[in-house]
């Protein structure tokens, strides 16, 4: 299978612990994008790549926050010093980009929960 | 400021029978919308997109329709089976036409259960 792949898939963590995400795209995709989804809401956009740089952020991601794709391939992203708020999924997504339309590919996710 | 609203956020429908998903939007500047479906405890899963130049695109059971003046998509699923229980969102970017598109932005959702 060679779409997004999220890991860990769960992680149970105590507040205040550092967490961090890993993501591989898609392996042609240029873009890769971090978004946040909570119980009944649509996903929240968080940052976004194209290869290795880091081209827009959200307002919701707060100085705890820093994403990074160092080598434009795989991302990883860390909350440092976690709160109970940021218990959600954190979806990774990828795409290649296109005049024809930008179709988002998302991976499984990643469940935080903060305890 | 909700940009995209999905103002049903359930549907039943009986198995066999069409499913119409609603979405509007508020942002003049999208110009390419799409469609996930989600399952519990997964990611979004695409399904089908529109750019604004169309107002119709159809992939098998799905088609999406898009009018520009209203500010307003749906999607047709027919026929409905119990597979497609799910959550769908609809979801907007501005700038595709252009090359410069960047984030999505989604709705709420809407859970769809089809009943056998």
């Known amino acids: 299978d060679t779409g997004v792949s999220q890991d860990p898939r769960h992680k149970i963590t105590k507040r205040g612990q550092n967490v961090t995400f890993r993501c591989d795209p898609i392996s042609e995709h240029n873009r890769l994008y971090w978004y946040r989804q909570t119980l009944g809401q649509g996903p929240e956009f968080l940052t976004y790549?194209?290869?290795?740089?880091?081209?827009?952020k959200s307002r919701l991601l707060s100085d705890r926050f820093s994403a990074e794709r160092p080598k434009g391939s795989f991302s990883t992203l860390e909350i440092q010093r976690t709160e109970q708020g940021d218990s959600a999924m954190y979806l990774c997504?990828?795409?290649?980009?296109?005049?024809?339309?930008?179709?988002?590919?998302f991976g499984e996710g990643s469940w935080l929960t903060v305890v | 400021d909700q940009q995209v609203k999905q103002n049903s956020p359930s549907l039943s429908v009986q198995e066999g029978r069409i499913s119409i998903l609603n979405c509007d939007y508020t942002?003049?500047?999208?110009?390419?919308f799409l469609w996930y479906k989600k399952y519990p405890a997964e990611g979004p899963t695409f399904l089908i997109s529109?750019?604004?130049?169309?107002d119709k695109n159809e992939d098998g059971r799905f088609t999406v329709f898009l009018n520009k003046s209203a500010k307003h998509l749906s999607l047709h699923i027919v026929p409905s089976q119990p597979g497609d229980s799910a959550v769908y969102f609809c979801?907007?970017?501005?700038?595709?036409?252009?090359?410069?598109?960047?984030?999505?932005?989604f709705g709420s959702g809407t859970q769809l259960t089809v009943l056998p």
């Open positions: 979801a907007a970017s501005a700038g595709t036409l252009s090359g410069s598109a960047r984030q999505l932005t």
């Open positions: 997504a990828s795409s290649y980009d296109r005049a024809s339309g930008n179709t988002i590919y």
């Open positions: 529109i750019s604004s130049i169309k």
């Open positions: 942002n003049s500047m999208f110009d390419y």
């Open positions: 790549f194209q290869n290795e740089a880091q081209l827009e």
